[in-house]
T-cell receptor, first 113, second 114 residues
Framework: KNQVEQSPQSLIILEGKNCTLQ??????????LRWYKQDTGRGPVSLTIMTFSENTKSNGRYTATLDADTKQSSLHITASQLSDSASYIC????????????FGRGTSLIVHP | SQTIHQWPATLVQPVGSPLSLECTVE??????LYWYRQAAGRGLQLLFYSVGIGQISSEVPQNLSASRPQDRQFILSSKKLLLSDSGFYLCAWSGQGMGTGELFFGEGSRLTVL
């Protein structure tokens, strides 16, 4: 069964600090992995996409990594801002046969001033 | 550019009343369409998806139903709401083909059943 596990469930940091969110998956065969950001009361928005051959991808202060061998991904946020407070969701898609990506339950990040 | 509209944004309904949430996509054709529900503090749960007009797949047995009367219109309905139907409902679309593309979400509809 395809699964995506995220940790930690929630995280509180001070503004300006860095943090790293984790995602482990068992989706197979692997197609891609996306990190979404969901602000409270809004729909999720894609931050990054990682394919099998990619190890690292950045989007501003967000850097995603992928280890396809261990089936792990991380999202690193540098110099956090108050606007980074949100839920971060890891979503993994499989090759062929399914229209449904597998969602993690998300990590709730709160950035305090 | 593609846009997705979802309404109403907020609604409060009594138990046993009907429900209709509507979602439309503009700027693309033949999209895959999805309805998700998110309970407070929980992850997204896929309810229905559609790969074409009149083609609906249900992921979770419940008292909800979905319809796709037009290519870019997706409707979520219920004949009689339950308390457990409360939550944040999100419509999403992706490009035609298998589910490897990016999902684009609407702004959501917050339903409170009293």
């Amino acid at each position: 069964k395809n699964q995506v596990e995220q940790s930690p469930q929630s995280l509180i940091i001070l503004e300006g600090k860095n943090c790293t969110l984790q995602c482990n998956y068992t989706v197979s065969p692997f197609s891609n992995l996306r990190w979404y950001k969901q602000d409270t009361g809004r729909g999720p928005v894609s931050l990054t996409i990682m394919t099998f051959s990619e190890n690292t991808k950045s989007n501003g202060r967000y850097t995603a990594t992928l280890d396809a061998d261990t089936k792990q991904s991380s999202l690193h946020i540098t110099a956090s801002q108050l606007s980074d407070s949100a839920s971060y969701i890891c979503v993994v898609s499989a090759l062929g046969g399914s229209y449904i990506p597998t969602f993690g339950r998300g990590t709730s990040l709160i950035v305090h001033p | 550019s593609q846009t997705i509209h979802q309404w109403p944004a907020t609604l409060v309904q009594p138990v046993g009343s009907p429900l209709s949430l509507e979602c439309t996509v503009e700027g693309t054709s033949n999209p895959n369409l999805y309805w998700y529900r998110q309970a407070a503090g929980r992850g997204l749960q896929l309810l229905f998806y559609s790969v074409g007009i009149g083609q609906i797949s249900s992921e979770v047995p419940q008292n909800l139903s979905a319809s796709r009367p037009q290519d870019r219109q997706f409707i979520l309905s219920s004949k009689k709401l339950l308390l457990s139907d409360s939550g944040f409902y999100l419509c999403a679309w992706s490009g035609q083909g298998m589910g490897t593309g990016e999902l684009f979400f609407g702004e959501g509809s917050r339903l409170t059943v009293l």
